[in-house]
């Protein structure tokens, strides 16, 4: 196993570590990434604890762990702002395309809902408490297991 290899593997378990602990999928992907590779700040961190449950935990935004690997990606290949003004450094975009891709063809969806719909067989309001508790109850493991996937796939990259 390489060296890379071994980092991902470690990286990976971290974050479902932490799926299982504390949940917040954005920020387990992210925080295994920091620990790991380096790259991500805690304020990267910190900002991305409202993406959780597809933004806002409406559900229809992209899966927490996808937009956390994606923040990964992009600590090491984004566009800094004093470069706004170069382009649109689509080199970023093609590697996030391909997470996105991975994840589908992984998971069947890629937003919150399609993977409630995926994991449970129905969606749920995560503002409902009792819809809340019906959501974790029926997952398992499958929550945590996109947030081990998604790093995995990250920190191999990186």
Known sequence: MSDKQEKA?????????????????PQCVLAAVQETVGLVTDETIKASHGLSGGGGLSGVGLCGSLVGGILALGAKRGRDRDKFARGKFIGNFSRADELSKAFKEQFGGLTCQDLQQQFTGRTYDMWKPEEYQAFSDNRGDQCARTAEFVTRWVVERL
């Open 9 to 25: 593997r470690q990286a990976a378990a971290l974050a479902l570590k932490y799926e299982f602990d504390y949940g917040c999928c």
